[in-house]
């Protein structure tokens, strides 16, 4: 009988007792969709699955979706990425001067495109005994907490994702080599708006929706102010009070909802080896809006 508790300070679930690898029941399957929906965070615990296996999984969150263009997937098993310390980690080699390895500050996934996808599965298969924690933060938590005069402030603004700013603030800041470069090639996805307050497609909740890694600026307000404003909103979302770091044990799988929540990864010491398996859950509803080059 699948057991649920409460996952950290700041919510989402942890489900245990259960086998994505054998049978599970239509009551079942709807009940963790149910909280997949309404906590937007979940840990699966205990598992023990083939590749594969875990590919069928993202049915359980709503059928997987596979995009190579920023990520070539894992050879052997189409659907799914290998996040690894050893070999690459979506494309890029770490640099072997490096001393943490797979860092990556606050971010959204995808979010470089309209139409963003709902979430992944982080399956953990080595795990380190150092680091290698995976941190969430709920936008959700994070909007319902500002002052009722920024809601108004920020009500109809959006912000500016740009794949360009990440990979020069990845290149800045981290030292991957893929193919001797510091970043995935610049201009391959064009600016993309979406609104700060975002609401859920599925339950209209509002997000406060700014990741640093991708927010270059604020559409409406171009200039120092703007600049000010996004500064001020990321301070805000990123506090402790609103984030959860995950530490995995074997066998765990972490699963967000990429449309409420920011992912962050704290690296992991070179001298260790960590492995995910990942999964892409799929999205479909456009929640943002192309920008016109500059
Ligand atoms: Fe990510």
């Not at 709503?62 to 995009?67: E, F, I, N, P, S």
């Not at 080595?126 to 500002?146: I, K, M």
């Not at 404003?229 to 805000?236: C, I, K, R, S």
Request: aromatic share 8%; charged share 20%.
């Amino acid at each position: 009988m699948m057991k649920v508790s409460k996952l950290s300070a700041i919510g989402g679930v942890r489900i245990s007792d259960i086998d994505f690898g054998g049978d599970v029941d239509d009551a079942t399957a709807a009940e963790i969709m149910r909280l997949y929906n309404e906590h937007g965070l979940v840990v699966v615990a205990g598992q023990k699955l083939s590749k594969t296996q875990l590919v069928e999984a993202g049915r359980f969150f709503g059928g997987t979706d596979y995009r190579p263009p920023a990520d070539p997937g894992d050879p052997e098993t189409p659907g799914m990425s290998i996040i690894s310390t050893r070999g690459y980690d979506g494309g890029l080699t770490p640099d072997e001067n490096e001393k943490i390895v797979g860092d990556i500050n606050w971010h959204t996934d995808q979010t470089y495109t309209v139409n963003p996808n709902r979430g992944k599965l982080l399956y953990a298969v080595d795990v380190p005994d150092e680091g290698g924690q995976t941190g969430f933060l709920d936008g959700q938590l994070a909007y319902d907490s500002l002052p009722a005069s920024m809601k108004t402030r920020i009500a109809g603004l959006s912000v500016n994702l740009s794949w360009d700013h990440a990979q020069n603030t990845i290149a800045r800041n981290r030292a991957y080599r893929p193919n001797g470069e510091k970043s995935l090639a610049a201009g391959r996805f064009g600016d993309v708006a979406f609104p700060i307050a975002l609401p859920h497609p599925i339950t209209g909740e509002k997000s406060l929706y700014v990741p640093p890694l991708w927010a270059a600026g604020i559409v409406e307000m171009p200039g120092a102010e703007g600049r000010e404003l996004l500064d001020e909103l990321v301070a805000h979302a990123t506090q402790a009070r609103f984030t959860y770091w995950h530490s995995y044990a074997p066998g765990d799988i972490a699963v967000w909802d990429n449309w409420r929540f920011l992912h962050a990864a704290g690296g992991t010491p070179r001298r260790y080896v960590r492995t995910l398996w990942s999964v892409v859950i799929q999205g479909g509803p456009v929640m943002g809006r192309e920008l016109a080059a500059a």
